[in-house]
């Protein structure tokens, strides 16, 4: 399936060949800074694939930013009548900042018909938080000692937060 964004960006399912390209990105220290995990192996990587595309609850988009691959967006759809999802999404650092989470978010809302989106991020992840404030996600939860980061091996604190319809 291909969800056309703006004459930029789009997002289609994923195809195998699309491993290198999503392993190039999740390699770089900048992308994990924020996550529990070490930059990706090509292993890693491939087991990380794998697992989401065998979940059958899981929309897995990958992004495209002028034809070239430049993030992921993953759904996980919950809940007894699966309206309710979890977000989780990574774009390449070398394609942040130009409004692709923003936008690609707001057609992910509007396109799925569900009650409640949710996510789970660091509290250190002042990027993501001001980028989900103004898509109008409200904090419900401060998780204390919610993560662990295979980087330090240290505790850290995450938010929960959500959209509701
Ligand atoms: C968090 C993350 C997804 C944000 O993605 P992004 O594409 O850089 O974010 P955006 O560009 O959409 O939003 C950032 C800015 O662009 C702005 N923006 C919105 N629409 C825009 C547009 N049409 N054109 C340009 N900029 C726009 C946003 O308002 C925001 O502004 P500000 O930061 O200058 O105040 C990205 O940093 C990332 O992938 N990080 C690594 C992985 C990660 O941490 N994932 C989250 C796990 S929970």
Same mark, same amino acid.
């Given at each position: 399936?291909?969800?056309?964004?703006?004459?930029?960006?789009?997002?289609?399912?994923?195809?195998?060949?699309?491993?290198?390209?999503?392993?190039?990105?999740?390699?770089?220290?900048?992308?994990?800074?924020?996550?529990?995990?070490?930059?990706?192996?090509?292993?890693?990587? =491939?087991?990380? #694939?794998?697992? &989401?595309? $065998?979940?059958?609850?899981?929309?897995? +988009?990958?992004?495209? @930013?002028?034809?070239?691959?430049?993030?992921?967006?993953?759904?996980?759809?919950?809940?007894?009548?699966?309206?309710?999802?979890?977000?989780?999404?990574?774009?390449?650092?070398?394609?942040?900042?130009?409004?692709?989470?923003?936008?690609?978010?707001?057609?992910?809302?509007?396109?799925?018909?569900?009650?409640?989106?949710?996510?789970?991020?660091?509290?250190?992840?002042? =990027?993501?938080? #001001?980028?989900? &404030?103004? $898509?109008?996600?409200?904090?419900?939860? +401060?998780?204390?000692? @919610?993560?662990?980061?295979l980087?330090?091996?240290?505790f850290?604190?995450?938010?929960l937060?959500?959209?509701?319809?």
């Amino acid at each position: 399936m291909i969800i056309k964004i703006n004459k930029d960006i789009h997002l289609r399912d994923y195809k195998k060949t699309d491993l290198i390209s999503i392993y190039n990105y999740s390699k770089k220290k900048e992308f994990v800074k924020f996550m529990e995990y070490k930059p990706f192996t090509k292993e890693a990587c =491939k087991k990380w #694939l794998k697992r &989401k595309l $065998l979940d059958k609850n899981v929309k897995f +988009y990958c992004i495209f @930013y002028k034809s070239k691959l430049v993030g992921t967006y993953v759904i996980t759809l919950l809940g007894v009548k699966k309206k309710i999802c979890d977000l989780s999404y990574g774009i390449d650092p070398d394609f942040q900042g130009k409004g692709i989470f923003h936008l690609t978010t707001k057609k992910i809302l509007s396109k799925f018909n569900l009650r409640r989106f949710q996510l789970y991020t660091s509290s250190k992840h002042k =990027k993501n938080l #001001l980028a989900l &404030k103004k $898509l109008n996600f409200k904090q419900e939860g +401060y998780l204390k000692n @919610y993560y662990f980061d295979l980087k330090t091996n240290k505790f850290f604190d995450g938010i929960l937060l959500s959209k509701c319809k």
